[in-house]
């Protein structure tokens, strides 16, 4: 099993949708969860952290489940630059290393 | 405004050439990391360092050597090229666990 895991997609949206990705990880003692977004033929960027009561920032929210060991990311209101590939991250148990999802690819159709 | 730059964004390379990759980063980062991506895998780490000189292994490091001679710098080296070793690599930097920042990517091909 993948330490952390994530549907490849691609999710095809149409403009102005809700979409969701769920991501999830092994490790049940990792503390820290990032979101980061990746655009064709371009590096990562971070989104969002996730904290544990789950934030908000403008159309998007990430939550975090401990009990189900799953992180999640809502999208609202879709716009066509939001197409890209959401990468899901988890920090392993050495204080320095991420552990990368192989993330989930989002098109946003007009 | 932060800022990771890497040597080349491609990169043609034949079976069992050195091949030095470089890492700049401008923001006074302790962190330095060394990933390599492939479809379907995500991004997997082979080396990263926490301090000049200071290295450790990530999760793929054979095949691979780094130097970090001064903060701002890090490098890769592929001491004998080998076609599985194309690939995008990504360099990145951060302080502490906090964001980490990356460079455009290399993308590598090892005839």
């Known amino acids: 099993r993948k330490e952390v895991e994530q549907d490849p997609g691609p999710f095809n949206v149409p403009e102005g949708a809700t979409v969701a990705f769920n991501c999830t990880y092994s490790?049940?003692?990792?503390?820290?969860f990032f979101w980061y977004r990746q655009d064709c033929r371009k590096e990562p960027k971070l989104l969002m952290s996730v904290y544990s009561s789950g934030n908000e920032d403008g159309r998007f929210t990430a939550q975090l489940n401990r009990a189900s060991q799953y992180i999640s990311l809502l999208i609202r209101d879709s716009k066509l630059s939001d197409s890209a590939t959401y990468l899901c991250v988890v920090l392993g148990d050495s204080n320095y290393q991420l552990i990368w999802g192989a993330g989930t690819k989002l098109i946003i159709k007009p | 405004d932060v800022k990771v730059t890497q040597s080349s964004r491609y990169l043609v390379k034949r079976t069992g050439e050195k091949v030095f990759l470089e890492c700049v980063q401008d923001m006074d980062h302790e962190n330095m990391f060394w990933y390599r991506q492939d479809p379907g895998l995500g991004l997997r780490l082979i080396y990263f360092s926490y301090d000049v000189k200071m290295k450790e292994k990530g999760d793929i490091p054979e095949g691979y050597s780094v130097s970090r001679e001064k903060k701002e710098r890090f490098s890769l080296i592929l001491e004998s090229a080998s076609t599985n070793q194309t690939s995008m690599y990504l360099c990145?930097?951060?302080?502490?666990?906090?964001?980490?920042?990356f460079g455009p990517g290399t993308r590598l091909t090892v005839l």
């Open positions: 490790n049940s003692a990792s503390q820290s």
């Open positions: 990145a930097s951060s302080v502490g666990t906090d964001t980490q920042y």
